[in-house]
T-cell receptor
Framework: DTGVSQDPRHKITKRGQNVTFRCDPI?????LYWYRQTLGQGPEFLTY????????KSRLLSDRFSAERPKGSFSTLEIQRTEQGDSAMYLC???????????FGSGTRLTIV | AQSVAQPEDQVNVAEGNPLTVKCTYS??????LFWYVQYPNRGLQFLLK??????LVKGSYGFEAEFNKSQTSFHLKKPSALVSDSALYFC????????????FGTGTRLLVSP
């Protein structure tokens, strides 16, 4: 087990394009989280999955954002019609049921040009 | 709703000296408290957690944290700082019930000078 993997590590895209990120959690972790971190800020919660069910979404997650975890394993986060303000580090984390801490991936840094 | 405050944007300390990074929290119910460290362009690495029990929690890389319920604080400490400890440190809290969302502070940059 190599921990939480995120792909790609970096993504540069033009404003208005769609982007998709992937997260592979630790295999025995059934809970998966997406966070966004902008420069100088702490991570902000975006959404949470327990197995394949998306149980909570932040108000930060506008209609342009969608996340899936189709088989309760890997997850994808898609941003449609990207905007300048979407530039950030997108972090994925996973945990076990009733576990007390998260394991984070290294993140995907998105730059909108 | 739970919240975390890290009052210092940056902490400067000389190598070999003790360090403290401050954190206060607000949560309903029993607090579950965490410290994470972040190096440039990397994700967050877990340092330590307080769930219950002894107020002094020991973690990775020689770090420890002291839980103080009356002051709602969970300060991170290390007896002797290393230059390699220079990084961004985040305190996080979740309440003890239901959904496990962690709420993070804004982070404190620790700079250890040789």
């Amino acid at each position: 087990d190599t921990g939480v993997s995120q792909d790609p590590r970096h993504k540069i895209t033009k404003r208005g394009q769609n982007v998709t990120f992937r997260c592979d959690p630790i295999s025995e972790h059934n809970r998966l989280y997406w966070y966004r971190q902008t420069l100088g800020q702490g991570p902000e919660f975006l959404t949470y999955f327990q197995n394949e069910a998306q149980l909570e979404k932040s108000r930060l997650l506008s209609d342009r954002f969608s996340a899936e975890r189709p088989k309760g394993s890997f997850s994808t986060l898609e941003i449609q019609r990207t905007e300048q303000g979407d530039s950030a580090m997108y972090l994925c984390a996973s945990s076990v049921d009733r576990g007390y801490g998260y394991t984070f991936g290294s993140g995907t840094r998105l730059t909108i040009v | 709703a739970q919240s975390v405050a890290q009052p210092e944007d940056q902490v400067n300390v000389a190598e070999g000296n003790p360090l403290t990074v401050k954190c206060t929290y607000s949560v309903s119910g029993n607090p579950y408290l965490f410290w994470y460290v972040q190096y440039p362009n990397r994700g967050l690495q877990f340092l330590l957690k307080y769930i219950t029990g002894d107020n002094l929690v020991k973690g990775s890389y020689g770090f420890e944290a002291e839980f103080n319920k009356s002051q709602t604080s969970f300060h991170l400490k290390k007896p002797s700082a290393l230059v390699s400890d220079s990084a961004l440190y985040f305190c996080a809290v979740r309440d003890g019930t239901g959904f496990q969302k962690l709420v993070f502070g804004t982070g404190t940059r620790l700079l250890v000078s040789p």
